[in-house]
Every structure is written in C-alpha cells, then in structure tokens.
C-alpha cells in the first residue's frame, strides 16, 4: 500500500528526490515517517510530516538538507535531500500510521518496501 521510490546512485553534494506513493490510503489522512537504515547501523527516523497541518520535524544531521512535503493530489510525500553526503548512504523507507507523527518506528502501520540510496564518487 506504500510504495517508496526515487533512490539511486548520487556524488556527494548532488540531490535526489524520494517519493512515497500510497494505492488504498489517503495520505492526507496519516502521519508520515521516513526512515533509513545505513549499512550496520539500526533504522532511525530521518524526518516526518503531521497529518492535517505543514508541521514537519528532522534529524539533526539533515537539518537544512533534507524536506518533506506532500502533494495530496497525487496522494504522495516526497523526501527532497540536497548536498548528499557519503553518511546519507541508507535504504530509505517511508511509513504511515494515523496516531501519532513520531520518530518511533514500531508506532508506524504501513510500511514502504524501502528505496536505496548511494552517495559515492
């Protein structure tokens, strides 16, 4: 039901955009979380968005960097992220729950099959 995308193989300094795309969901209707998991490390929680209003929150480390925003006409959030860095190395996961907008994954119900993403030259 939740279908994250738009990873790939990016320099340091370049951008991607990351969508997440819902089929049986309203977004509008949900919190959403994205998060990534770096090699070795456990998932954290990069950024996310309130349900009904633009209040957005972020990591430290992406702070400036990375934006999340929704275009409900097209039922999807997008992860904007600029001057990538070789730290930014992850699989990219977005989520979706209705209760809380929180950086606590196991309050997340649906769950994207995860998009990666490589920063390297």
């Known amino acids: 039901q939740l279908q994250a995308c738009g990873g790939g193989l990016v320099q340091p300094g370049g951008s991607l955009r990351l969508s997440c795309v819902a089929s049986?969901?309203?977004?509008?209707?949900?919190?959403i979380g994205w998060f990534r998991q770096r090699p070795g490390k456990e998932r954290e929680s990069v950024s996310s968005?309130?349900?009904?209003?633009?209040?957005?929150y972020y990591i430290g480390s992406v702070k400036g960097r990375f934006t999340i925003s929704r275009d409900n006409a097209k039922n999807t959030v997008y992860l904007q992220m600029i001057s990538l860095k070789p730290e930014d190395t992850a699989l990219y996961y977005c989520?979706?729950?209705?209760?809380?907008?929180?950086?606590?994954?196991?309050?997340?119900?649906?769950w994207g099959q995860g998009t990666l993403v490589t920063v390297s030259s």
């Open positions: 989520a979706a729950n209705q209760r809380h907008c929180t950086a606590f994954d196991d309050e997340y119900d649906y």
């Open positions: 968005i309130r349900q009904n209003d633009p209040t957005t």
């Open positions: 049986g969901l309203s977004l509008d209707e949900y919190h």
